[in-house]
């Protein structure tokens, strides 16, 4: 995570130093990315009641959790695909201008690094489907939490951070 914060805090610092160059245009943000933003953070709260469901053994609820949790993840992503269709039909390329140009990197470079929640959900799944999960000592569920609620919060800060340009 560490890695990914020096990655988007660089490309954070050169996006805030270019907005003020004369030549900056901004872009008219699709409003699909608002719902977004609200499925990502539901899927913060679904993650939570899984590892709520596990820490008190009820694996069929933290395997019901999970299966919310991954397909709210999907759904962001296709949502970011509509998004980047919506600014394809209105005219809007990654060189067209320098905020296009973040916009399209910062939010595909967030898409690809959010493909590791989904992973790890399913890697966490399948141990609970073997029964191979121990709601006490297994840390999997957890670490893949944390790891969601960074990419989640990630995205608040880059959707702040592009919406006021």
Known sequence: MGTIVMLFGGLSSAYIVLRGVPSWENIVIPPILWLNTAILLASSATIEAARRSLSHA???GMRTWLLISGGFGLAFL?????AWRQ????????????????FYVLTGLHGVH????????SYVLSKALKKRIDPVKDESLKLCAT???????????????????
């Open 58 to 60: 009820r694996l069929q």
């Open 78 to 82: 296709a949502g970011q695909l509509v």
């Open 87 to 102: 600014l394809v039909a209105a005219g809007v390329y990654l060189p067209s201008t320098h905020h296009s140009a973040f």
């Open 114 to 121: 959010l493909l590791g929640g989904p992973a790890g959900l």
């Open 147 to 165: 790891y969601w609620h960074f990419m989640d919060g990630l995205w608040v800060y880059l959707f702040v951070l592009l919406v006021l340009a």
